[in-house]
Structure formats: structure tokens, C-alpha cells
């Protein structure tokens, strides 16, 4: 079984849908869990951060850790033909020296039609 | 405004050639990584550096080596490329978490093409 398993899509949406992006892990060491937008052609980045189980909001975006299933989520709300991109899922267990590396998922390629 | 750059947005060479990608940072991270990115594979961690002069093998080291002689820099060498080595490349940076994950801040890419 893989480290992180993330559909890779492609998911097609129509402007204004709500939108749902899943990852899940096996790593129960896992505690800090981020989410990485990619556009074409580019380098990803950071769209949100979290630690530990819970919600987090950030205008249109909220992302949500459930530990007990090990299953994160990135809700995209009134979603608009910009957030066309691949979504990458991360996470590691980081605590003490040598705990640097994020473990990835493949990403999901989100596609919003105007 | 956080900078991590490439020195090559797209790069072609010959199989056999040596090629070297630079990666330079302005945020003074202790940190620092080379991935590459296929499709259907994602990202895969090639090498990271945690100090200058330091480097530790990621997943895939085979095939690469790497430099960190200066603190904001860091590069991924090629000793003699071959087609399988055609993909893009990504360089990211990050602070030395106190016991916590740091951000990883990306750069744009190099579109590594071997002939």
C-alpha cells in the first residue's frame, strides 16, 4: 500500500459547483498536512497548512484532517475557472532532526468550466 | 515575497552530456531539495541538503549528484544524462523546523529534455 493515495482525476466542474479533493494516508506518524496548488507550467504552492486533526478555513478553502480514518480533505467552495490546477496533497510526521521530507501524493487535476 | 529560482525554465540536451541546474534561494532556509515530477509518478525526492556542504539521498539519488557550497544555493548535477532522465524539475526550500514541519516554498521548474 502506498505511503498517500490521491485520485488522479481529471475532475471536471462547472463554475460555482463546490468542489471535494481526498487523500488518504497509512501513516498513523503523520501529523502536520498541507495542500499544494500547481497551475500548469509551474511550480506548486502552499495553499493551506494544518496540524493535527480538525478544520481550517481560509476564504474559499477549507481543508479538513481526520486522523482516526486517515483522510484529509480540500473543500473548494463557489469554485471559479482560475482554481483550474492540480491539487498535490502533503503531509509528514516532522518532529526532532532529520524530519524534513513531506511525502506526496500524485495530485488531482482540477478542471472548472466557465 | 519568498523567491526560490531556477536558472533554466527549459533545458534540451544529449544523452551522455553532463548538465547542471541551479536552484538559488533568498530566504536564508536551511533546507533544501531537488525533486522531479513525471506524470502518474508525482513528485519524487532526488536529494536534500539540511546545511551547506551537507546532502542526503532522497528516493531516486541514482544518477545524480549534488552541490551546496553556499547557503542560498544548491544544484543537481547530471553526470551523463539519458532520455529517462527527461522530466521536470523542481528545487524547494525550507526553514529548520524546531520540532515541527516547515513550509516547503517551490521553485518554477526546469523542463529537462534528454535527446
Known amino acids: 500500500q502506498k505511503e498517500v493515495e490521491q485520485d488522479p482525476g481529471p475532475l471536471s466542474v462547472p463554475e460555482g459547483a463546490i468542489v471535494s479533493l481526498n487523500c488518504t494516508y497509512s501513516?498513523?506518524?503523520?501529523?502536520?498536512f498541507m495542500w499544494y496548488r500547481q497551475y500548469s507550467r509551474k511550480g506548486p504552492e502552499l495553499l493551506m497548512y494544518?496540524?493535527?486533526?480538525g478544520n481550517k478555513e481560509d476564504g474559499r478553502f477549507t481543508a479538513q484532517v481526520d486522523k482516526s480514518s486517515k483522510y484529509i480533505s480540500l473543500f473548494i467552495r463557489d469554485s471559479q475557472p482560475s482554481d483550474s490546477a492540480t491539487y498535490l496533497c502533503?503531509?509528514?510526521?516532522?518532529?526532532?532532526?532529520?524530519?524534513?521530507?513531506?511525502?506526496f501524493g500524485k495530485g488531482t487535476k482540477l478542471s472548472v468550466i466557465p | 515575497d519568498v523567491k526560490v529560482t531556477q536558472s533554466s525554465r527549459y533545458l534540451v540536451k544529449r544523452t551522455g552530456e553532463k548538465v547542471f541546474l541551479e536552484c538559488v534561494q533568498d530566504?536564508?532556509?536551511?533546507?533544501m531539495f531537488w525533486y522531479r515530477q513525471d506524470p502518474g509518478l508525482g513528485l519524487r525526492l532526488i536529494y536534500f541538503?539540511?546545511?551547506?556542504?551537507?546532502?542526503e539521498k532522497g528516493d531516486i539519488p541514482e544518477g545524480y549528484s549534488v552541490s551546496r557550497e553556499k547557503k542560498e544555493r544548491f544544484s543537481l548535477i547530471l553526470e551523463s544524462a539519458s532520455t529517462n532522465q527527461t522530466s521536470m524539475y523542481l528545487c524547494?526550500?525550507?526553514?529548520?523546523?524546531?520540532?515541527?514541519?516547515?513550509?516547503?516554498?517551490f521553485g518554477p521548474g526546469t523542463r529537462l529534455l534528454v535527446l
Open positions: 524547494a526550500s525550507s526553514r529548520l523546523g524546531a520540532g515541527k514541519q516547515e513550509t516547503q516554498y
Open positions: 501513516n498513523s506518524a503523520f501529523q502536520y
Open positions: 494544518t496540524y493535527s486533526s
Open positions: 502533503a503531509m509528514s510526521a516532522a518532529s526532532g532532526a532529520g524530519s524534513y521530507q513531506l511525502t
Open positions: 530566504m536564508d532556509h536551511e533546507n
Open positions: 541538503s539540511y546545511d551547506v556542504k551537507m546532502k
